[in-house]
């Protein structure tokens, strides 16, 4: 009913795989459409979500556990100079969250970005990180934006605040969504899920290993509870994300990029590295760099829909009764992504 009589403004489709124009379900109204939608007998999981019109910027949510692995840091930057996307909010997960809230406030100093607020997940500890060299001493209480101690209520707020479905860009383990979902099950028909979880058919660097990635094995009762709400979800597993690296002239070009916040990234892979001393010729692997990617676009890769189940153990297994995840399962040229990657990172 809804997507034919009640609404049929068009919405661009960002896939390459579904570059028809389609007709969407309007979410753009009052919190109470999606629950008429949902009275109406909508479906239980939406195959399509209405994404803002061409030419309009995407709201986004980053939900991280930047600070340990260095690939989020990347990934922050990367969505930062997207222009494409509005970044509405940037939340720390999967515990020591506030440690992480200060390296994204700092962060966002630094690259002049301080509309953009600060929620503090679930843990409230300030431990030291593999980036504190970096953090020092900085004080959220400074932060010329706003920090919410309630990241998960701030995550709420700004999905129900927006007249565009937000994407919800989750890159770290996810303890901080059932907790909103269970508070406010009214954000997963207003946003879309995009995670860099899980190994389908591949494993680590382009291995046929399949393993418990680390984002799902750290908490796979988090994303159980993920993949059970009824929203979109599209996720970049180590089959597409397990292989990104920036090495050469590639990453040359980075690293000798002038914007300070690219020079702030350097300074923190850096600090990161085992080794601080030794001559940074490439980057690790970029993980997180996938999802931020797939907020913006799914042009480069091969997309699968694929029944997905998560097993207690961490893995993420296809199963054909299990809920249907937007999959990128290959790439269709990576050499353009990473071209793509640096252009964001170094441009103007
Ligand atoms: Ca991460």
Same mark, same amino acid.
């Given at each position: !009913?809804?997507?034919?009589?009640?609404?049929?403004?068009?919405?661009?489709?960002?896939?390459?795989?579904?570059?028809? =124009?389609? @007709? /969407?379900?309007?979410?753009?109204?009052?919190?109470?459409?999606? #629950?008429?939608?949902?009275?109406?007998?909508?479906?239980?999981?939406?195959? #399509?979500?209405?994404?803002?019109?061409?030419? +309009?910027?995407?709201?986004?949510?980053?939900?991280?556990?930047?600070?340990?692995?260095?690939?989020?840091?990347?990934?922050?930057?990367? !969505?930062?100079?997207?222009?494409?996307?509005?970044?509405?909010? =940037?939340?720390?997960?999967?515990?020591?969250?506030?440690?992480?809230?200060?390296?994204?406030?700092?962060?966002?100093?630094?690259?002049?970005?301080?509309?953009?607020?600060?929620?503090?997940?679930?843990?409230?500890?300030?431990?030291?990180?593999?980036?504190?060299?970096?953090?020092?001493?900085?004080?959220?209480? +400074?932060?010329?934006?706003?920090?919410?101690?309630?990241?998960?209520?701030?995550?709420?707020?700004?999905?129900?605040?927006?007249?565009?479905?937000?994407?919800?860009?989750?890159?770290?383990? %996810?303890?901080?969504?059932? %907790?909103?979902?269970?508070? @406010?099950?009214?954000?997963?028909?207003?946003?879309?899920?995009?995670?860099?979880?899980?190994?389908?058919?591949?494993?680590?660097?382009?291995?046929?290993?399949?393993?418990?990635?680390?984002? %799902?094995? @750290?908490?796979?009762? @988090?994303?159980?509870?993920? $993949?059970?709400?009824?929203?979109?979800?599209?996720?970049?597993?180590?089959?597409?994300?397990?292989?990104?690296?920036?090495?050469?002239?590639?990453?040359?070009? %980075?690293?000798?990029?002038?914007?300070?916040?690219?020079?702030?990234? !350097?300074?923190?892979?850096?600090?990161?590295?085992?080794?601080?001393?030794?001559?940074?010729?490439?980057?690790?692997?970029?993980?997180?760099?996938?999802? =931020?990617?797939?907020?913006?676009?799914?042009?480069?890769?091969? !997309?699968?829909?694929?029944?997905?189940?998560?097993?207690?153990?961490?893995?993420? =297994?296809?199963?054909? /009764?299990?809920?249907?995840?937007?999959?990128?399962?290959?790439?269709?040229?990576?050499?353009? $992504?990473?071209?793509?990657?640096?252009?964001?990172?170094?441009?103007?």
């Amino acid at each position: !009913m809804m997507s034919t009589e009640m609404s049929r403004r068009s919405f661009l489709k960002h896939s390459a795989a579904a570059a028809a =124009v389609v @007709a /969407g379900a309007d979410l753009g109204g009052s919190p109470g459409a999606a #629950t008429a939608a949902e009275a109406a007998g909508s479906p239980r999981a939406r195959d #399509t979500l209405a994404l803002p019109k061409a030419g +309009k910027k995407i709201p986004v949510i980053l939900d991280t556990d930047i600070g340990t692995d260095i690939d989020d840091t990347w990934a922050l930057c990367m !969505m930062l100079k997207s222009p494409e996307l509005d970044v509405r909010l =940037v939340t720390s997960d999967s515990g020591n969250d506030v440690y992480r809230a200060r390296l994204i406030a700092k962060l966002l100093e630094v690259f002049g970005r301080t509309e953009v607020p600060v929620g503090i997940g679930l843990d409230k500890t300030d431990k030291p990180g593999r980036q504190s060299a970096w953090v020092g001493d900085y004080d959220l209480a +400074k932060y010329p934006g706003k920090v919410y101690e309630d990241g998960v209520g701030a995550m709420i707020e700004t999905i129900r605040a927006s007249a565009d479905p937000v994407s919800l860009v989750c890159i770290g383990p %996810v303890p901080n969504i059932p %907790v909103a979902l269970e508070r @406010a099950g009214d954000i997963a028909q207003r946003a879309r899920f995009i995670g860099m979880h899980g190994s389908v058919r591949r494993g680590y660097d382009g291995s046929r290993k399949i393993s418990a990635e680390y984002n %799902v094995r @750290a908490d796979p009762k @988090a994303l159980q509870k993920v $993949f059970a709400a009824p929203w979109e979800i599209t996720i970049t597993p180590l089959d597409t994300c397990g292989i990104i690296h920036l090495r050469g002239e590639k990453f040359q070009k %980075v690293y000798r990029c002038k914007d300070p916040g690219i020079q702030a990234l !350097m300074e923190n892979y850096r600090v990161w590295r085992k080794n601080p001393r030794g001559p940074i010729t490439a980057s690790s692997t970029l993980f997180d760099t996938v999802a =931020v990617y797939l907020a913006v676009t799914e042009e480069l890769l091969e !997309m699968e829909k694929l029944g997905i189940r998560v097993t207690d153990d961490g893995h993420t =297994v296809i199963d054909e /009764g299990a809920r249907a995840v937007n999959c990128a399962m290959k790439w269709k040229d990576l050499g353009a $992504f990473e071209d793509f990657l640096v252009d964001r990172l170094t441009r103007a």
